[in-house]
């Protein structure tokens, strides 16, 4: 009752986990560039909030809870 496939059938069968393989790996970083602008940015705007927060305790501000 079970049938091997044929060999266009394994052959097209490793072709598309290939290309599924090929198109759901994620990308390599380029050297150099350890994060990327949108996580640099989001960062920088979280240690400003900080920075904010921390200015404000000396005039009745709350503090920052981290």
Same mark, same amino acid.
């Given at each position: ?6 060999? !266009? !059938? ?7 986990? !290939? ?13 150099? !560039? ?33």
């Amino acid at each position: 009752m079970a049938q091997s496939a044929s060999a !266009e !059938e394994a052959a097209a069968i490793a072709a598309a986990i !290939e290309r599924f393989h090929a198109d759901t790996t994620p990308s390599v970083a380029p050297d150099g !560039e350890a994060t990327s602008p949108w996580q640099r940015a989001a960062l920088l705007e979280g240690v400003n909030a900080k920075a904010m927060v921390q200015d404000l305790e000396g005039k009745g501000g709350d503090r920052w809870l981290s």
